[in-house]
T-cell receptor
C-alpha cells in the first residue's frame, strides 16, 4: 500500500512566523508531489506542486523535495491568520494519494 | 465560470435508499475522480475515469457505481445506503498527462440516518 504520512497536528504558529509542514511518502518511484489547502467545510485547493529535488518558491510558500529521503515539506513565510487551515500533502502516481493532513492555526 | 460542480451540496437519506450525486466539469479535462472524505478528514480515492474508461477502482463496495455519459460528467450512484456511507464526497478532474494537480468540486455532504 502506497502511503503518504503527515503529522496531524494541530500545529500552531504566531502571526508573522514561518510555519513548517512535513510529509513523507513510501513509494520511492513517485515523481509528482502536491500541497493542497483545505479550509473547514470547503474543498481542497491546490497551492503548490513540485517535481524536482530542491526548493520551489511561490509568493510566501516554499515547497521542498528530497527524493532520497522521500520527504516533502511546505514552508509558509509571514504566516497570517487566513493561513489557518488543514494542509494536505499528496503524491501522484496513477492517481492522487493524500496524507491525513496537518491542521495549522496561526494566532494573531 | 470554469469549474467542477457537484449537486446536491447536502443529501440526507435513510438507510437502504438509493441515491445519486452528479458532477460536471467545464475545464476540458480528460480524467475525473470521486473521493470520499471521512469524519477524520482523510481523503481516499474511490474511482477515476479517463476518456470514459474506468482506470482505477479501489476496494469500494459494489453498491457504489460511477457512471460517465461523457468526459465532462461523472456521476456516482449508491445503492442500499448504509450508516457508514455518511461522509463528504468530492468530485475532481485533471488533465491526466499534465500532472498539474486536480481541481475539486465543492463536495456533497451525505448523511445516512
Amino acid at each position: 500500500q502506497k502511503e503518504v504520512e503527515q503529522n496531524s497536528g494541530p500545529l500552531s504558529a504566531p502571526e508573522g512566523a514561518i510555519a513548517s509542514l512535513n510529509c513523507t511518502y513510501s513509494d520511492r518511484g513517485s515523481q509528482s508531489f502536491f500541497w493542497y489547502r483545505q479550509y473547514s467545510g470547503k474543498s481542497p485547493e491546490l497551492i503548490m506542486f513540485i517535481y524536482s529535488n530542491g526548493d520551489k518558491e511561490d509568493g510566501r510558500f516554499t515547497a521542498q523535495l528530497n527524493k532520497a529521503s522521500q520527504y516533502v515539506s511546505l514552508l509558509i513565510r509571514d504566516s497570517q491568520p487566513s493561513d489557518s487551515a488543514t494542509y494536505l500533502c499528496a503524491v501522484e502516481d496513477n492517481d492522487m494519494r493524500f496524507g491525513a493532513g496537518t491542521r495549522l492555526t496561526v494566532k494573531p | 465560470d470554469t469549474a467542477v460542480s457537484q449537486t446536491p451540496k447536502y443529501l440526507v437519506t435513510q438507510m437502504g435508499n438509493d441515491k445519486s450525486i452528479k458532477c460536471e466539469q467545464n475545464l476540458g479535462h480528460d480524467t475525473m475522480y470521486w473521493y470520499k472524505q471521512d469524519s477524520k478528514k482523510f481523503l481516499k480515492i474511490m474511482f477515476s475515469y479517463n476518456n470514459k474508461e474506468l482506470i482505477i477502482n479501489e476496494t469500494v463496495p459494489n453498491r457504489f457505481s460511477p457512471k460517465s455519459p461523457d468526459k465532462a460528467h461523472l456521476n456516482l450512484h449508491i445503492n442500499s445506503l448504509e450508516l457508514g456511507d455518511s461522509a463528504v464526497y468530492f468530485c475532481a478532474s485533471s488533465q491526466f498527462s499534465d500532472h498539474y494537480g486536480y481541481t475539486f468540486g465543492s463536495g456533497t455532504r451525505l448523511t445516512v440516518v
